[in-house]
């Protein structure tokens, strides 16, 4: 063989190689995690565990120093913390491979319910009566699946809220109202003041399954909110008419910012900052806590005086009620050191350090709601920790194909015929019907 | 490079020249390691998939049933895959033609202007941004709202110099009494006689809109002989008492009143006061209608829905033309450069009109290089997608998707509906097989 085609050769086969190397994965660390020395109790634990989570940029360092607080308490415990874009999709490759993190916080329920029923993760009932302590019920039932307790939800979100233009209720003479029929006659009052009261993103089909949700957590309550989640109940149900036909008189094309067509073309953020454009384009915005984090970036309203909050009003005496989301922290390895960080997160003072750098609200009670860096937010996380009734945001708890498809353009076409109650509920039903089958 | 190279190179008297069957592995051996590796990553990145994807399409979504072909079913039943359907013909139809039409346009014009090179810039341009950016230009530029989008403020500004100039653009009556709409004006139910006093309560006025110069409005005495009133801005902070003047409220100065007889017709006409009082003097014994004239109103301007069910498709489509333009442009300017120059001047000096010219020679001569462009733009329509996520709202979506964007839709926005969305793809690949063929026949006659 002459040297030309033994190196053509030799080429061939590294490129050969090169190929076949890529295809097998690198399994060679899956082991070296998760090492303890002494066992049990919670005092002097030792070794490394992971936890990987989506935060990133700010919110990655605000969490970084809340690990920072675990290492001062356990000082031989080296926690090394990854972000990942799609935590869910990572995961799932990880425990494919069979090297998980040891803690994972996922943003969806329905993720941790993947897992468990996969078997991939760890019952964290250790920690349970702490858990307890601090969290309400609500809470404890989104972390349990098959009477188990897998999730320990660190960090939460409450939609439950109105943003409003102080100056304009003002100019209206108008109070933040506490239950839906002063909410409506408000509506009226800043109308005629010359203010559109209200103002939807309906671009983003989102934004409407949050005000349904809230308007149907509170006219039908929570069990039969839960019941719709599960498709257990017909979207043609009764309890859906009613709150559909509350959630029209909000949609009325002379009620909402730009009237129909406009508001059909609105994102989420146009639809915070033309609230605090001047002259307002209408009155107020029905999102949830981080409606804020929008403002404060986007406008120059000052709060108090230029936008402030309010609780989503009370419809037929329904009480504190909360609709919101949140991450929740799971566990795919079992060992002390692990347990200690579960255990930890559970405790105020981990909450604590978020909170006060801000942008966070913990579900957690106990949380010392001073730390909070303002009032508005002090505000808006006492009312999702106090909550007597929690309920996660329904739409993500619903298959893809209807949760984040058919309900989306469906309230679309609801706001384009905000009347037309009952064919609007039977297109839901069908949608909903076809995709929790195929599920 | 070949064996017989080795072997001439060899001295005389050594060994043999190697065996036939080893020279003829060793011959098929050498361009095999060449091609090797490109054959290998074919196979990997495209053969591999193509094959995988056209399985998967007979699978449920969850990939755990074998379904035949019910995924492709779907295709032409589901609502929204039909509008797709309906809405990639008439993409094919309309695009790639009009795209031809006005790429040999501007290369034909850009040979006879000055400034053709700035010209040809500045038409090219586009295609230098990434599709998805364009969308999210023409995005903005098409929001209805004039203070957003840049089209409907053009076009408010044209309409603001020709449209009814008024004081307010919006209000409604504060009580029953009136009724009436802007574009009618709002008219007073109950008659009046002179020496009667009108009240014209309105609200829902921009505050921007309050004139200056209003002042607190004042309820007028009645007055001998004729008619008195006031239209105000009926609302003071917490809503105040509907049809009553209060203190806080304000006038409405140079809003136009009406006077009007028992047949409906005006006889009279006022503006109001800064402290919205008005009067008609010396009015004849009778019973009047008394009206906030339309005239007050301007009309507003509502702004073209450029991104509503009606107009998203074709405004995608002009937002696609003014990329491709460009492309199709240079195409036929190079194409139109090459053709000889004799055969132009013969026709010239036969007779021939310069439209004949255009029709009978030049369009013929250019028919491989308009063939081109023509298939690249089918070829990029019926894959076209990021147009369509970045200039429809969600609200249109669905009325502007086209199968790429479905197929986009249902496996990877939150849907994960992987067999529809392996046989939405599949089925793309169906359509696009003609004019690959066309393609590569041309190819194969421009290289024989």
Same mark, same amino acid.
């Given at each position: ?44 634990? =030792? ?48 425990? @494919? ?40 019920? /609500? ?45 409506? @006659? ?10 559109? #009261? ?54 009325? /094309? ?6 129909? =067509? /406009? ?23 029905? @999102? ?13 309203? @000052? ?57 966070? =609200? ?19 996380? /006492? ?15 619903? #298959? ?40 | 490079?070949?064996?017989?190279? +080795?072997?001439? !190179? ?106 053709? $090179? ?73 008659? +009046? ?13 921009? +505050? ?19 008619? $008195? ?40 006409? $006022? ?77 010239? $000096? ?21 063939? +081109? ?25 669905? !009325? ?49």
């Amino acid at each position: 063989m002459t040297k030309q085609r033994f190196i053509l050769l030799a080429l061939l086969v590294g490129v050969l190689a090169f190929l076949a190397a890529g295809c097998g994965g690198d399994d060679d660390e899956a082991a070296d995690t998760g090492g303890t020395t002494e066992g049990g109790g919670g005092e002097a634990v =030792s070794g490394n565990i992971s936890v990987l989570a989506v935060w990133t940029g700010a919110e990655g360092e605000s969490f970084q120093a809340v690990l920072d607080g675990f290492k001062e308490e356990n000082p031989d415990v080296t926690v090394s913390y990854k972000s990942a874009a799609e935590p869910a999709t990572v995961l799932s490759t990880a425990v @494919e491979g069979g090297n998980p993190p040891d803690i994972a916080a996922l943003p969806q329920p329905g993720f941790m319910t993947d897992f468990a029923q996969r078997g991939a993760l760890k019952p964290i009932d250790f920690a349970e009566d702490k858990i307890k302590e601090g969290f309400s019920d /609500s809470w404890l039932d989104l972390g349990t699946v098959d009477g188990k307790l897998y999730g320990l939800f660190f960090k939460g979100a409450n939609k439950s809220t109105v943003w409003y233009n102080a100056a304009a209720f003002e100019d209206a003479g108008v109070e933040p109202p506490a239950d839906w029929d002063a909410f409506l @006659e408000a509506g009226d009052t800043l109308k005629a003041s010359g203010v559109t #009261p209200y103002s939807i993103g309906g671009a983003d089909g989102w934004t409407l399954t949050d005000l349904f949700e809230n308007i149907y957590l509170r006219s039908a309550g929570p069990e039969k909110y839960d019941q719709l989640t599960k498709h257990e109940i017909p979207w043609t149900d009764p309890s859906v008419n009613e709150a559909l036909t509350e959630m029209g008189k909000v949609l009325q /094309s002379g009620n909402i910012a730009g009237g129909t =067509s /406009s508001a059909l073309q609105t994102d989420f953020p146009t639809s915070v900052t033309q609230v605090f454009a001047d002259p307002p384009k209408a009155a107020q915005v029905l @999102e949830g806590d981080f409606v804020g984090g929008v403002i404060a970036d986007e406008t120059t309203a @000052e709060p108090d005086t230029g936008f402030n909050v309010y609780a989503f009003p009370e419809i037929n005496d329904s009480g504190p009620v909360v609709m919101g989301g949140g991450d929740v922290m799971v566990m795919f390895k079992d060992n002390p050191a692990a347990r200690a960080l579960i255990e930890y997160l559970a405790t105020p003072e981990a909450a604590e350090i978020w909170a006060a750098k801000g942008g966070f =609200s913990s579900p957690n009670k106990n949380v010392d709601t001073s730390v909070y860096p303002d009032e508005l937010t002090k505000k808006t996380a /006492s009312e999702l920790a106090n909550a007597e009734v929690f309920r996660f945001d329904m739409s993500d708890l619903m #298959p893809g194909a209807f949760g984040s498809d058919a309900l989306f353009t469906l309230l679309q076409d609801f706001l384009k015929t905000p009347d037309d109650v009952e064919a609007i509920q039977k297109k839901l039903e069908t949608a909903a019907a076809s995709a929790f089958k195929s599920s | 490079m070949s064996s017989t190279g +080795v072997g001439v !190179e060899l001295p005389a008297g050594e060994a043999p020249p190697p065996p036939p069957r080893d020279s003829a592995f060793r011959r098929a051996l050498l361009p095999l390691s060449f091609l090797g590796p490109a054959l290998l990553l074919l196979f990997v990145w495209v053969v591999y998939p193509m094959v995988a994807t056209m399985w998967r399409s007979l699978f449920n979504d969850r990939g755990t049933e074998f379904v035949w072909l019910d995924n492709y079913e779907q295709i032409f039943t589901d609502e929204r895959l039909q509008t797709a359907l309906k809405n990639n013909a008439l993409w094919v139809l309309i695009v790639p033609a009009a795209v031809t039409a006005v790429g040999l346009v501007f290369a034909v014009l850009t040979e006879r202007i000055v400034w053709s $090179t700035a010209f040809k810039i500045s038409v090219f341009m586009p295609l230098a941004i990434s599709l998805f950016a364009v969308g999210v230009i023409w995005r903005i530029m098409y929001q209805q709202d004039p203070d957003r989008g840049a089209i409907n403020a053009g076009l408010a500004a044209i309409q603001g110099q020709f449209g009814a100039e008024g004081v307010l653009s919006q209000a409604s009556p504060s009580t029953d009494d009136l009724t009436g709409s802007i574009e009618q004006g709002f008219e007073l139910d109950r008659t +009046v006689q002179p020496g009667g006093v009108a009240l014209l309560g309105l609200t829902a006025i921009r +505050v921007p809109e309050i004139p200056e110069d209003a002042v607190q409005a004042v309820k007028p005495e009645p007055l001998q002989g004729g008619i $008195t009133g006031v239209v105000w801005r009926d609302f003071k902070a917490g809503g105040g008492t509907p049809g009553e003047v209060e203190q806080g409220e304000l006038g409405l100065p140079g809003v136009t009143v009406e006077l009007r007889d028992s047949a409906g017709d005006t006889i009279d006409e $006022t503006k109001a006061e800064t402290n919205g009082t008005f009067a008609f003097d010396q009015v004849e014994d009778g019973e009047y209608h008394i009206a906030v004239a339309s005239t007050t109103f301007a009309e507003p301007f509502e702004g073209v829905n450029w991104l509503g069910d009606k107009l998203i498709t074709p405004a995608i489509m002009f937002a696609f033309i003014w990329v491709q333009a460009g492309f199709a442009m240079v195409i036929t300017a190079a194409g139109l450069a090459s053709i000889p120059r004799d055969t132009l001047e013969a026709a010239r $000096t036969d007779g021939a009109s310069e439209w004949q010219v255009f029709r009978r020679i030049t369009i013929p001569l250019l028919a491989p290089v308009l063939t +081109v462009v023509f298939v690249t733009q089918i070829i990029g329509v019926l894959k076209l997608f990021d147009l369509i996520l970045s200039i429809a709202p969600g609200s249109t979506q669905d !009325e502007a998707a086209t199968l790429a964007f479905v197929q986009w839709q249902v496996s990877f926005s939150g849907q994960n509906r992987f067999g529809l969305g392996s046989a939405i793809a599949t089925f793309i690949l169906i359509l696009f097989i003609p004019f690959l063929i066309v393609n590569v026949r041309r190819f194969r006659a421009d290289t024989s």
